[in-house]
């Protein structure tokens, strides 16, 4: 995993009916950056969109963290449908602030000498963030807005194992 993904996003959160999980996958340099995301949604316990080919994302420009020098994008937006389908769906996370930052090495190496070398010889720069916010989902049939449903208690995650796009 550490030596394809440089970050990723991750969500699930519960909106009325509806239980969303999102993955926002970004490869390595040597993988050109390539984006994967995935989109699993189900309405009552039953699965109504979960083909990756039908999902693009969106993210807000990132601003740098503090912590950890590494950029995030505060709000996040997936689109899942084709123009053949009657039903398509969009959701929207906003963040609130993060409620978890950590550097994810040195929690696994208290040495910070070993750490260090350890950084050095592998390229790894981790951090871990988790936040809070708004969840909202738009549900549409044939372009029509039918449903709407938000949550205040969306949890997501970003997972860097790599330095920010552009200097890894």
Not at 28 to 33: C, F, R, S
Not at 50 to 68: I, W
Not at 94 to 118: G, P, T
Not at 125 to 132: D, G, H, V
């Amino acid at each position: 995993m550490m030596d394809a993904r440089n970050h990723w996003y991750w969500a699930r959160t519960e909106l009325g009916p509806y239980t969303v999980a999102t993955a926002d996958m970004v490869a390595h340099k040597k993988y050109g950056y390539a984006t994967t995301f995935n989109f699993y949604l189900a309405r009552d316990g039953k699965t109504v969109a979960d083909d990756q080919d039908k999902v693009d994302g969106y993210r807000s420009a990132p601003r740098l963290q503090e912590d950890f020098g590494k950029p995030m994008s505060d709000n996040l937006k997936y689109v899942y449908g084709s123009p053949e389908d009657d039903v398509s769906y969009v959701l929207t996370l906003k963040k609130d602030h993060n409620i978890s930052a950590m550097d994810l090495l040195s929690k696994a190496i208290h040495n910070r000498y070993v750490l260090s070398l350890f950084k050095l010889f592998t390229g790894l720069s981790s951090a871990y963030y988790r936040m809070i916010g708004e969840a909202r989902l738009d549900v549409y049939h044939q372009g029509k807005l039918v449903e709407t449903h938000v949550s205040d208690k969306a949890i997501w995650e970003l997972m860097y194992f790599g330095d920010p796009i552009g200097t890894d």
